[in-house]
């Protein structure tokens, strides 16, 4: 069994959530476990119902709701000891920032936070092209890879807005390759 946790944030490019947590239990030979974390602006982009029965959602309100006294288990540590794997798809560019800059004020970057570099980061970022390509993204991308995260590039397409260039997250099949080629997977 390998647990695959997944981040989303708050990018247009979260509408691909049910496709990815699909494609990934659709791997009929391999067995997996999906949890979700999203931040409170990626809720505007998916129907709960639209995600996969399997998968566990888990948000900003889970954490404060799971621990009200000491010696009680802290949401972010507890998710990120049991992920294998850890895939933000996708992460927008304010996540990438608080990331790069270990900003912990949420459920998705306390987790981030609490990773062990051992174990696999996938990052897929998502964001406007004028977004991107401003000089703080490359540097915190560059600062993310320095640490051992595995980057899957932006694509160049027409985004949400209209606008066209470079920006928009990885197809969801280029995703899954990947997942599947840094993921401890056991092959059944």
């Not at 990626?42 to 566990?56: C, G, L, V, W, Y």
């Not at 993204?137 to 807005?161: D, F, H, N, R």
Request: hydrophobic letters at 45%; charged letters at 20%; one cysteine or more.
């Amino acid at each position: 069994m390998v647990n695959i946790l997944i981040g989303c944030t708050g990018s247009v490019a979260t509408i691909k959530l049910p496709l990815l947590v699909n494609s990934l239990l659709g791997l009929q030979h391999l067995q997996i476990k999906i949890r979700i974390v999203v931040t409170e602006r990626a809720k505007h982009f998916f129907d709960q119902k639209d995600i996969h029965p399997d998968a566990e959602v888990f948000s900003d309100s889970d954490e404060w709701a799971g621990w009200t006294k000491r010696g009680d288990p802290v949401l972010h540590i507890e998710l990120s000891k049991w992920a294998d794997v850890f895939v933000i798809a996708p992460l927008d560019a304010n996540t990438l920032a608080k990331i790069a800059n270990g900003l912990c004020d949420n459920l998705l970057t306390c987790t981030a936070r609490a990773w062990e570099l051992s174990k696999p980061l996938i990052f897929c970022p998502a964001m406007n092209t004028k977004m991107f390509q401003h000089p703080l993204t490359a540097t915190q991308i560059s600062t993310l890879i320095s640490w051992g995260y595995k980057e899957v590039p932006v694509i160049e397409k027409t985004l949400m807005c209209g606008d066209t260039g470079a920006g928009a997250m990885a197809e969801v099949v280029t995703i899954v390759e990947v997942i599947q080629s840094f993921a401890p997977i056991k092959h059944y």
